[in-house]
C-alpha cells in the first residue's frame, strides 16, 4: 500500500466522487424525516460514533423535527495505515447518558464486516435502552460477516475503500463535503 502524503491535499487520492454532497444532503433529509415521524412522542439519544459518524450526526439532527439529546462513544478497530478491520472492536470512549429505558439511535458513518456495531449493540444492550436501532449512512453489504439489522441506511455502496464526509483516509480528509474512493494503489 503507498503512502499518503497530506500536505498534498485530496486530489491524488482520489480515483472518483461515489456520492456527492447534492446527493448526501438529500438522502440524509430523507432519512431526517422518516425518522422524525418513527420517534414522534418518543425520548431519542441519538448516539454517535467517533469519529466517522460526526459529519453525518450534525447533518441529520439539523434535519430532524423531533427533540433529542446527543451523545458520544468510541470504539477503535482500524490502525493507521491498516485498511481492514482487525475484527476486535475496543470501546475507547463509554457515553455519559444514563440510556436505561430511553430510545436510542446509533449513527455510524460506513458498515464494513459489522463487527464494529455488534459489539456497540451488545454493550449497549445490557443497559436496557427501550429500543436500539442502527442509522448507517453507508452500507459495504457485500463485505458482512456478522449480521447486523439497520433501521436506516443512507446508500448501499461497493466493496473499495472510501474517504470523505467523516471518513479518513490515515485519519485525514474527513471534512471533505462527499464522499470518494480511493485510488487502488492506495487502498
Ligand atoms: P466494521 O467493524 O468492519 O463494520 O467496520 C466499521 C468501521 O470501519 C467504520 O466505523 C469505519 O470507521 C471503518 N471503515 C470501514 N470501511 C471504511 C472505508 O471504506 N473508509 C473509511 N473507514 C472505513
Ligand atoms: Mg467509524
Redesign the pocket.
Known amino acids: 500500500m503507498a503512502k499518503i502524503n497530506p500536505a498534498l491535499g485530496f486530489e491524488p487520492f482520489l480515483d472518483h466522487v461515489l456520492i456527492n454532497e447534492q446527493q448526501l444532503q438529500a438522502r440524509i433529509a430523507d432519512l431526517g424525516a422518516q425518522i422524525s415521524r418513527d420517534y414522534a412522542g418518543k425520548d431519542l439519544v441519538l448516539l454517535c460514533?467517533l469519529r466517522?459518524g460526526v459529519m453525518f450526526l450534525t447533518d441529520l439532527m439539523r434535519k430532524l423535527t423531533v427533540p433529542h439529546t446527543i451523545d458520544f462513544m468510541a470504539v477503535s478497530?482500524?490502525g493507521v495505515g491498516a485498511r481492514v478491520?482487525s475484527g476486535s472492536?475496543r470501546i475507547v470512549l463509554d457515553v455519559n447518558t444514563d440510556i436505561a429505558g430511553r430510545h436510542v439511535l446509533l449513527v455510524?458513518?460506513?458498515?464494513?464486516?459489522?463487527?464494529?456495531?455488534d459489539h456497540v449493540v451488545r454493550f449497549l444492550e445490557t443497559r436496557q435502552p427501550a429500543s436500539l436501532k442502527v442509522c448507517v449512512l453507508l452500507d459495504?453489504e457485500e463485505r458482512r460477516t456478522v449480521h447486523i439489522p439497520t433501521a436506516y441506511t443512507g446508500f448501499k455502496i461497493p466493496d473499495e475503500?472510501?474517504?470523505g464526509y467523516g471518513?479518513?483516509v490515515d485519519e485525514v480528509f474527513r471534512n471533505l463535503p462527499f464522499v470518494g474512493v480511493v485510488k487502488k494503489e492506495y487502498q
Open positions: 460514533i466517522g478497530s482500524y478491520s472492536p455510524e458513518d460506513i458498515i464494513d464486516s459489522g463487527h464494529t456495531l459495504k475503500f472510501v474517504f471518513l479518513d
